[in-house]
């Protein structure tokens, strides 16, 4: 059976963990994210561009799957390192094809901002 590459922008807008305009939330769930044809068989691929300001650690996942993304940036990453893209691979079966959630939280003192969120899968 023929397969292809299909993408989804999540977001594209600049936003910020912990929020500050909303009493420093510091989870974001993205919801309704439609991977239409998803081959959950098959690995697909989260980018996103990535601004990490003093120590914080990035926890991300989809749906009710272990975490993609767990990284601690503790110590703070040197200022020539930021802004950067990211990318993390995803196993196919953490996607469905229709309403997905994406979870991004942060802990620690820093933050993150993050933008140009994108995945890219195989679709059937």
């Known amino acids: 059976m023929p397969s292809f590459a299909q993408f989804v922008a999540i977001r594209d807008d600049l936003f910020l963990l912990p929020d500050l305009a909303n009493n420093s939330i510091n989870d974001l769930h993205i919801k309704n994210i439609d991977c239409h044809g998803v081959e959950r068989s098959r690995s697909a691929l989260l980018l996103f ?7 914080v650690r990035l926890l991300m996942h989809f749906n009710d799957h272990e975490h993609i993304v767990d990284y601690n940036f503790d110590p ?4 020539a390192t930021r802004p950067r893209s990211w990318h993390e691979v995803i196993p196919g079966n953490h996607l469905k094809d229709t309403d997905n959630v994406l979870t991004i939280a942060v802990q620690g003192e820093g933050s993150v901002e993050i933008s140009d969120l994108v995945v890219v899968y195989h679709s059937r």
């Open 49 to 55: 561009r990535l601004k990490v300001n003093n120590a």
């Open 76 to 79: 703070p990453e040197p200022e």
